[in-house]
């Protein structure tokens, strides 16, 4: 376990950049930010989680610490994509300015690092006490990538409800609406995106790094991705392989964690962390290809 100096450290050194975020967001709340920007940022935020996992083994007692967090990472960076979908149908929607979506985008990021504070807590408490847990998380991971592979990107995914007309209604600004809607699906995110952290690691401290780092830099990519978003048609179905392959890899250390092959005479596979990131990457890499070659730039299919 990492010790409480390294907790403060990390924390101290994220939270200053994430305020130092929040505070170009404000400064630059009236320019719309251009793809050149948004490369640059988006490559510096990367770049920064690839050498934060490089580095770790040097305050990180854990041999499999780096591997682990590259895994959660690469995985919950994936689901921040796929929740940037939801995000541009909300902002295009609701007619947000495009000089004002660097606000609303950051502060619906800050909600969502609050949200996932909340439920790596609540998660953590629970696995310590019931770790039978796993084969809930397992089957509700494995329950969601089912729900994935049947979604349809080309189908509405975000409607305004009866909460956003009666929000409307009390003369509530589109601003006002635009941060209550992102924060609402940040929470459903977050229903999917802990489970499947815990799913390749129990280190709070890894948990907690991984989800910041996919944060980072969210309101980049958003402009960034918002040409290619059309392109990326097989992502759903590649997020759900790797929610379901976790789901699976749950319920089997559920099942090893209660002793399964010593009651039912059944060997179980262990899977291992080395695996679990090869299986993630191979199925990213798959996805990210495959989209491209099938669609031409302005997202038509290629027949």
């Avoid at 541009?88 to 947000?96: E, G, P, Q, S």
Wanted: charged share 15%; with cysteine.
């Amino acid at each position: 376990m990492e010790s409480t100096h390294i907790w403060l450290v990390t924390l101290g050194a994220l939270s200053a950049v994430i305020i130092f975020d929040l505070i170009l967001a404000i400064l630059r709340r009236n320019t719309e930010t251009t793809t050149t920007e948004a490369t640059i940022w988006t490559i510096v935020y990367v770049s920064s989680a690839i050498m934060f996992g490089f580095l770790m083994p040097n305050w990180t007692p854990d041999p499999d610490a780096q591997k682990e967090f590259f895994a959660g990472w690469m995985t919950e960076y994936a689901l921040s994509v796929d929740n940037i979908f939801v995000f541009v149908i909300i902002l295009n929607r609701l007619k947000v300015d495009k000089n004002r979506q660097q606000l609303v985008l950051l502060l619906g990021i800050l909600i969502a690092l609050v949200l996932r504070g909340g439920f790596i807590a609540a998660g953590s408490a629970i696995i310590g006490r019931f770790s039978s847990v796993f084969f809930l998380f397992g089957a509700f991971l494995i329950y969601t990538a089912y729900r994935l592979l049947l979604e349809d990107k080309g189908e509405e995914e975000w409607k305004e409800d009866r909460v956003v007309t009666w929000m409307r209604r009390r003369g509530a600004s589109t601003f006002l609406i635009a941060l209550i809607s992102l924060g609402f699906t940040d929470l459903v995110f977050a229903l999917d995106s802990i489970p499947a952290i815990f799913g390749i690691t129990r280190d709070p401290y890894i948990v907690v790094c991984a989800n910041i780092f996919a944060l980072m830099g969210l309101r980049q990519l958003y402009f960034l991705l918002q040409s290619l978003l059309n392109r990326l048609i097989f992502l759903s179905k590649g997020l759900s392989f790797i929610l379901a392959f976790i789901g699976v890899k749950m319920v089997i250390e559920a099942f090893n964690g209660i002793g399964v092959h010593e009651i039912l005479n059944v060997g179980l596979p262990h899977i291992t962390i080395e695996f679990s990131l090869g299986v993630i990457v191979m199925t990213l890499a798959i996805t990210a290809v495959a989209s491209l070659t099938a669609t031409r730039r302005d997202g038509s299919a290629i027949i």
